[in-house]
């Protein structure tokens, strides 16, 4: 089972950024997915998470409005895009996959088994 998370890099505050996860070796359409993030010095973090159908999605109260967690089951592919980007959001990105298809996708990244490599994002003001 491998993730692959892509479309990271610098970004001016306001602007728009999408992420993209590719999923392989894995049945991606029976597995919720997620994105979570690490900025310098924190805790890695919910941003995001869609249940296996993409009918549910939850986000972090720090990106609600902004961001939108979608995803494409035939490509085996998750997105995040991104916007009105603020410095604060700058992180390293991670996409990640659950052992679970759920009606209501988990915030907790411990129900997450497998995970990419991460993307770094970087926001400048």
């Known amino acids: 089972v491998q993730l692959q998370a892509s479309g990271g890099g610098l970004v001016q505050a306001g602007g728009p950024l999408r992420l993209s996860c590719a999923a392989s070796?894995?049945?991606?359409?029976?597995?919720?997915m997620g994105w979570f993030r690490q900025a310098p010095g924190k805790d890695r973090d919910l941003v995001a998470v869609?249940?296996?159908?993409?009918?549910?999605?939850d986000y972090a109260d720090s990106v609600k409005g902004r961001f939108t967690i979608s995803r494409d089951n035939a490509k085996k592919t998750g997105y995040l895009q991104m916007n009105t980007l603020k410095p604060e959001d700058t992180a390293v990105y991670y996409c990640a996959a659950s052992l679970y298809a759920s009606d209501v996708p988990s915030r907790d990244q411990r129900n997450y088994a497998y995970w990419g490599q991460g993307t770094l994002v970087t926001v400048s003001s």
């Open positions: 070796g894995h049945t991606f359409s029976n597995s919720d």
């Open positions: 869609i249940n296996y159908s993409g009918g549910r999605t």
